[in-house]
C-alpha cells in the first residue's frame, strides 16, 4: 500500500492507498494519525504494516485521491534524519581531479564501512509541494534524488522519496565543511507518501529519475536505477544502528543518484521533481534563503 499524509482544515489524516481506492485511516475507531502509528502497532503484534492497515480499510470511508494530493503533507515527522554517501559511482567520479576530495570519497565508495552521517532535524525537513532552501553563502546548489527508508527502532518498514540538498562549493572549498553544505534550513524534502516492501518490489531494481524545471522549461533531467547502487538497504541500516542511539523513528536517504554537471546551479522558483518508480513523485520549489 501507500500511505499519504493530508491536513485540512487544521485536521490531519491519515491516508492509505490500496490499488485505485483510497482509505482514511483516521476516520476509523483505531484512528491512527500517522504511518508510524502503524508500524508501531505492527512491531508489537509482529505483522507487516499492510496487515495492521488492511482491517481497517473494512471501515474506512473512502476518500478522491485527486483531494488527497492537492492537501498532502509530509509523510512521516521522523525523530532524525540521516544520510549515507557514495553508494553511487558518480559521487565519487564527480570529485574526481580534486586531491584529497577525491581520495575520501573513493575510500568511501570502496571501502568496508559506507558513510553514513547525521543529515537533519523535523524542523529542517519538509514535504510535499513545499520549498527546499539554497544557502546565501553558496554559489553552486543542486538537489540530490534518493531513495529514502523509513525506519521503526531501527528496522526498515517502508520506502520514499528523499531530496538532499547539497551545497556543492562549500562542500569543495573543505572537507571538513561538509556539514554546513548538508545541513541547514529546509536541507531536506520527503514525501509524498510511505510505500511498503509490498508494494516497492525489489528495493534494488526501481527507477529514479530526477527533473529541474525553470520559468516552464526543463533545464536539467536525467534517470537511474538503484541497481546502481553499491551497498544494500539492510547494509545500511545495519551502521545507522551500530553502537547509535536509535530513535523510535527515522529516514535514511541511501545516497547520491544523480547530479547535475558542474555548470549548473539552482535558483530560487526552480520546481524539482524526483520520481521513483512505485512510489511517486516529490515535488518542490527552491527558496533563496
Not at 2 to 28: C, P
Not at 204 to 226: K, N, P, Y
Request: charged share 30%; proline share 6%; with cysteine.
Amino acid at each position: 500500500m501507500r500511505y499519504y499524509r493530508t491536513e485540512r482544515d487544521n485536521a490531519v489524516s491519515l491516508i492509505a492507498q490500496d490499488g485505485r481506492t483510497a482509505y482514511n485511516l483516521t476516520e476509523t475507531e483505531k484512528a491512527p494519525d500517522s504511518f508510524m502509528d502503524l508500524a508501531a502497532a505492527a512491531s508489537l503484534t509482529d505483522q507487516s504494516v499492510d496487515d495492521v492497515a488492511r482491517p481497517l480499510t473494512e471501515e474506512a470511508p473512502t476518500v478522491d485521491l485527486e483531494e488527497v494530493r492537492e492537501h498532502l503533507i509530509r509523510p512521516v515527522d521522523p525523530d532524525e534524519v540521516w544520510g549515507a554517501g557514495v553508494t553511487y559511482a558518480i559521487s565519487q567520479e564527480s570529485r574526481e581531479g580534486e586531491g584529497g576530495l577525491e581520495e575520501a570519497y573513493i575510500g568511501a565508495y570502496e571501502g568496508e564501512r559506507p558513510e553514513v552521517y547525521f543529515k537533519a532535524t523535523p524542523t529542517r525537513t519538509v514535504g510535499p509541494g513545499d520549498s527546499v532552501g539554497i544557502r546565501g553563502d553558496s554559489d553552486w546548489d543542486v538537489p540530490e534524488p534518493e531513495f529514502t527508508m523509513i525506519l521503526h527502532d531501527g528496522d526498515i518498514v517502508g520506502y520514499t522519496v528523499g531530496n538532499d540538498m547539497c551545497s556543492r562549493d562549500i562542500e569543495r572549498e573543505n572537507l571538513l565543511y561538509l556539514p554546513q553544505s548538508k545541513i541547514y534550513d529546509k536541507s531536506c524534502a520527503i514525501g509524498p507518501c510511505v510505500v511498503t516492501e509490498e508494494t516497492i518490489g525489489d528495493p534494488h531494481d526501481v527507477e529514479m529519475t530526477l527533473t529541474i524545471e525553470r520559468d516552464g522549461d526543463v533545464a536539467f533531467t536525467e534517470s537511474t536505477s538503484t541497481s546502481e547502487m553499491v551497498r544494500t538497504v539492510d547494509e545500511l541500516a545495519e551502521f545507522f544502528r551500530r553502537y547509535n542511539y536509535i530513535p523510535e523513528s527515522a529516514a535514511l536517504l541511501t545516497g547520491t543518484s544523480i547530479i547535475p554537471p558542474d555548470d549548473f546551479t539552482l535558483e530560487e522558483d526552480d520546481l524539482i521533481s524526483i520520481e521513483i518508480e512505485n512510489v511517486g513523485t516529490l515535488e518542490n520549489t527552491v527558496e533563496q534563503l
